[in-house]
């Protein structure tokens, strides 16, 4: 006895009629004769008798339909679940990530190779952008999960630390405080600056600590590309501020890079999705591999807000 046997049963049974029933089921009406036939053989019992023209189930009939019609919906129930399993795997290879400007070129990028190359059916879509339009991208669903930079609404986000490096100050090698090893955030009192406009959260971050000490940077040129600064500076237009790491990556032959000694002058990138988010199946792997390989000490942490 098998589901194919007790499908057609059923359906002959709904029908009262062998020809319809093959009919419904696209088959022969030999084809779904030979089959009852050798299901009652299994069974040593006749399922159906004869009474005039009306086609009417044995005692055994009736036993089995009732039971049949149970297996069957026990066998649509777990068809339904697998299906629906099989589907949600395929349909969510694709992971939806934004990455702020910076992330990329600093951990970013290796992180997404990484996992391309260890879950080849990934396929993950990567949008940079400004840090504070990543958070929005995040905010809004239109991606998973991001690499931004702190701060952070705690009450939107879940985040895990994943990188820091300091703020720097990078100056024209001809610049008199190009000998300097470290400077504090309060020589930019007198000192203006080209940084990255308000789209970033660098101009957040520095312009916070300087107005803890007292007073607001000066800023002599804003701009959205980090480059731009690193390129302005090379050609002796003014000093700028940008990150330690990003600084020595984007190395300018005329630049001395000059790190804050300040505690708050630290950019801080983190792994971020939206608080209370469902992340698809593949977006959980592609999270629990970037803390792994981020928090290799940690690698059972998950996204909080107090790192």
Not at 211 to 238: D, M, S, Y
Request: aromatic residues 8%; hydrophobic residues 35%.
């Amino acid at each position: 006895m098998d589901i194919r046997q007790l499908l057609y049963f059923t359906e002959i049974c709904r029908h009262r009629s062998f020809s319809k029933a093959a009919d419904r089921l696209y088959i022969s009406q030999q084809g779904i004769s030979m089959a009852i036939s050798r299901l009652e053989s299994e069974l040593s019992c006749k399922l159906f008798r004869r009474e005039g023209k009306d086609l009417c189930l044995t005692e055994q009939g009736e036993f089995l339909l009732n039971r049949a019609e149970e297996i069957l919906e026990q066998f649509r129930i777990c068809e339904e679940y697998f299906n629906k399993e099989r589907d949600a795997r395929h349909m969510t290879k694709t992971i939806s990530i934004t990455v702020a400007y910076g992330a990329v070129a600093e951990f970013a990028g290796e992180l997404v190779f990484g996992f391309g190359q260890k879950y080849p059916d990934a396929e993950p879509t990567v949008r940079e952008c400004c840090d504070r339009e990543c958070d929005e991208y995040v905010r809004n669903g239109a991606a998973e999960l991001g690499f931004s930079a702190a701060p952070f609404d705690t009450k939107e986000f879940e985040t895990v630390e994943l990188f820091k490096s300091r703020f720097c100050l990078m100056v024209h090698k001809t610049h008199p405080l190009a000998r300097e090893e470290s400077v504090s955030a309060g020589i930019l009192l007198d000192l203006p600056v080209i940084m990255p406009d308000e789209r970033c959260k660098t101009h957040l971050v520095v312009t916070e600590c300087c107005r803890r000490i007292g007073f607001l940077p000066t800023v002599q040129f804003k701009t959205g590309e980090t480059i731009t600064v690193h390129r302005l500076v090379n050609a002796n237009k003014g000093v700028g501020i940008s990150v330690e790491s990003a600084a020595k990556d984007l190395a300018q032959p005329n630049v001395r890079v000059i790190p804050f000694e300040d505690p708050q002058m630290i950019w801080s990138a983190h792994l971020i999705k939206k608080r209370g988010a469902t992340l698809s199946p593949i977006a959980k792997t592609f999270e629990r591999y970037v803390i792994k390989q981020m928090c290799p000490s940690s690698e059972e942490k998950s996204p909080n807000t107090s790192i």
